[in-house]
């Protein structure tokens, strides 16, 4: 049920020169991006991103946008635009061209070099991709695409106007306005303003940081910590950040250099995306600071410094493994120093802290967010969203890629600055949003469901399966087992009870065996039953007991044979 709008009806038929605009993700949670934008019987999807699980959904490795409300349009999809390549952008692109492989797909340069890998993964090739950048305008079946520098926490990320015969969308993507980047790539708020000017009739804007009041700290004043951290250390020094952060990755080699250090790369996903990064000139390295992890092995740890992944506390992420003293060939004590270079995403915070204890056990120093300035988010504060809706002065709102409580923070941003509060289209998952007439009006929903993938399963994990997952690994497992005579009525063996990560012995379970066994010899005294009327009247006599003697709720699993 969609709890902005809990009884929104389908989505009436589009109308003539209508523009259609409809989240299938990254509206009401921190992730798995992607809106489809429709008129006249033609759509444009801008990003296709992936969700990282929480610990509420064990055993998922990958959550998908829903594709359910265009599979059978995919013939319509006019094209997709990436606006950047952070994986809750681009990781779900490989399940998309399942669908149709010859997509059209049009990003920034770094974008598809880091897209590329991933459908090789896949065995997807041949794909239709191109490039793009900011300055250049494409039309795209019925949408022209005007592409717009932004600075965010990776090189090359756009914003993208599209225009429609409904009047002008202006997508921010991911952005912030850092005025002094690393790459003196800033959010081109010239056009900006330009786009104003032309007439922007729906804005639709990042929203993740429309919480926090003020403006992002600059990218530069991060080196010079992480330099002093450096500076400190006296062991081993293991930076964790994301993958992709070539920002992050540039400020570690130049302070590695400056204090005479060697930096090996940690994480296939890692190696991958600095080599990448590098090859396009995106990354400079120092000469002769890169090393190979066999080649650090054989330096003192005072000049070692591993890159690694794992900074949201993934389980399985090279930090993660470190901590638990698993990683194949880098183990830490209490003269090495620990940077998590990174912010917390919503919902990650425990797996996070349940590493930094972890290394701090060890006796290991860990530097993060908490405390020192190691990190800076890459998504725009309140105070620079009110200069955004300043310049732009856009006819209609409607915020994106944020939890419910960003999106109402931005709407309310918008609302200061005087636009309409009628005009603030609040949307998530599945809200279908029309722009007619100039106005932006919620017109209906569309189902948008969590698409889990697990291990070689896509969608085939329903809710009450995590459910039953969650039931298993927290209140434990009980089997009874009987052979009945179903004609005759006659129980022939059994009942026998079988526990499974429950803290008590089975020898508790002694004390219900003569009630399960009432119960099952009144259930088939008639004869000519049913199994699963006599698993039934196990289970029902089994749990009673449970709930009442053990304060547990287990999964029960009654079985029944045919003797």
């Not at 990436?82 to 010859?102: C, F, K, M, S, W």
């Amino acid at each position: 049920m969609n709890s902005l709008y809990p009884d929104l009806p389908t989505p009436p038929k589009l109308a003539k020169d209508t523009l259609r605009v409809t989240p299938l993700g990254g509206l009401g949670e921190v992730g798995r991006n992607m809106t489809v934008f429709e008129i006249n019987g033609k759509l444009l999807i801008v990003d296709c991103g992936v969700l990282f699980p929480e610990e509420i959904q064990p055993g998922v490795d990958l959550i998908l946008p829903d594709f359910s409300a265009i599979s059978n349009r995919m013939d319509d999809v006019v094209g997709l635009v990436l606006t950047h390549g952070h994986e809750d952008h681009i990781g779900a692109v490989p399940y998309l061209l399942r669908l149709r492989r010859d997509i059209p797909i049009y990003g920034s340069r770094l974008t598809l070099a880091f897209l590329e890998p991933k459908l090789a993964e896949h065995r997807l090739r041949d794909t239709n991709l191109n490039v793009v950048a900011e300055g250049d305008t494409v039309q795209i079946g019925g949408f022209g695409c005007e592409f717009v520098a932004v600075n965010h926490s990776i090189p090359d990320a756009l914003a993208v106007m599209i225009r429609t015969e409904a009047g002008n969308a202006l997508v921010t993507g991911d952005f912030k306005m850092d005025q002094l980047p690393l790459d003196r790539r800033i959010t081109d708020l010239r056009s900006f303003a330009r786009l104003g000017e032309e007439g922007v009739d729906l804005f639709m804007v990042d929203s993740t940081n429309a919480e926090v009041p003020g403006f992002v700290t600059h990218e530069r004043e991060i080196g010079p910590v992480i330099s002093a951290v450096f500076g400190k250390a006296q062991g081993q020094l293991i930076v964790a950040s994301f993958s992709s952060h070539v920002h992050r990755v540039q400020q570690v080699l130049d302070a590695a250099a400056e204090h005479g250090r060697k930096v090996a790369f940690v994480g296939r996903s890692m190696e991958r995306n600095m080599r990448i990064a590098m090859e396009l000139g995106y990354l400079n390295a120092p000469e002769g600071v890169i090393v190979s992890s066999r080649e650090i092995e054989n330096l003192p740890p005072r000049q070692r410094v591993y890159m690694a992944t794992g900074s949201q506390g993934e389980p399985m992420a090279a930090l993660a493994r470190i901590a638990n003293g698993t990683h194949k060939f880098i183990s830490v004590g209490p003269e090495d120093t620990v940077i998590l270079a990174s912010s917390l995403i919503p919902g990650n915070e425990n797996s996070v802290y349940r590493v930094i204890n972890a290394l701090m056990r060890l006796g290991t120093k860990v530097v993060h967010k908490g405390n020192a300035k190691v990190h800076v988010s890459g998504h725009a504060a309140a105070g620079e969203l009110l200069y955004c809706y300043n310049v732009v002065q856009p006819k209609n709102v409607m915020p994106i890629h944020g939890e419910i409580r960003h999106l109402v923070a931005n709407g309310r941003l918008a609302v200061q600055t005087g636009v309409p509060a009628s005009r603030i289209a609040l949307a998530e998952d599945g809200v279908v949003v029309d722009l007619a007439n100039g106005q932006a009006s919620v017109v209906g929903a569309v189902p948008c469901d969590y698409v889990y993938v697990d291990g070689g399963s896509i969608g085939e994990i329903s809710e009450s399966e995590l459910h039953d997952r969650l039931v298993l690994g927290e209140e434990g497992f009980v089997s009874v087992f009987a052979v009945v005579d179903l004609e005759m009525g006659q129980v022939l063996a059994g009942p026998h009870i079988t526990a499974r990560g429950m803290a008590e012995d089975e020898a508790v379970f002694r004390e219900v065996l003569p009630d399960v066994a009432e119960a099952l010899a009144k259930a088939a005294a008639p004869g000519h039953v049913d199994a699963y009327s006599l698993q039934q009247a196990m289970r029902r006599a089994l749990g009673r007991w449970v709930s009442r003697r053990l304060r547990r709720r287990p999964m029960i699993v009654p079985v029944v044979i045919e003797g």
